[in-house]
């Protein structure tokens, strides 16, 4: 009886199991919160630069030579993004059906090579960034 009492009152190995039980789930939260800080970025890139595709195809007179320029402006630019590359990007210009007077860029983005897929977290977004970037033709 008395080995019985003794691992019942002995706590030298507690911190050792509750360390154990608690560190899969905080490394788990401190992956995912670095996975989606990267995915956040490039969310934010890819806004960014449909915002500056838009910007240069503003100059085009037709909805081809708009989607002609937003697309030389986005293969040309030196673009400095870690995780973003030119090559896995579509880029779409279209009139608004409801408004003559502004036309919209939409970017959609494979993200399927952000190194956040191979982490191992809790549930992540889309592979698939899509943003726009809707310009007014003839200013107010």
């Known amino acids: 009886m008395s080995v019985l009492k003794s691992l019942l009152v002995d706590r030298r190995a507690a911190a050792a199991i509750e360390f154990a039980i608690v560190a899969p789930l905080f490394f ?59 090559s896995r990007m579509n880029v779409s210009v279209e009139d608004d059906a409801n408004n003559t007077n502004q036309f919209t860029v939409t970017v959609t983005y494979d993200a399927s090579d952000l190194p956040i897929w191979g982490l191992f977290t809790f549930a992540l977004p889309d592979a698939t960034i899509e943003r726009y970037a809707t310009i007014r033709v003839g200013g107010i």
């Open 28 to 86: 788990m939260c401190v992956l995912t919160l670095i996975a989606y800080g990267i995915y956040l970025s490039a969310a934010h890139s890819i806004q960014q630069i449909a915002a500056d595709a838009a910007r240069s195809a503003i100059a085009g007179l037709s909805q081809a030579e708009r989607k002609q320029l937003a697309t030389d402006y986005i293969q040309s630019s030196t673009m400095n993004q870690t995780f973003i590359k030119t």
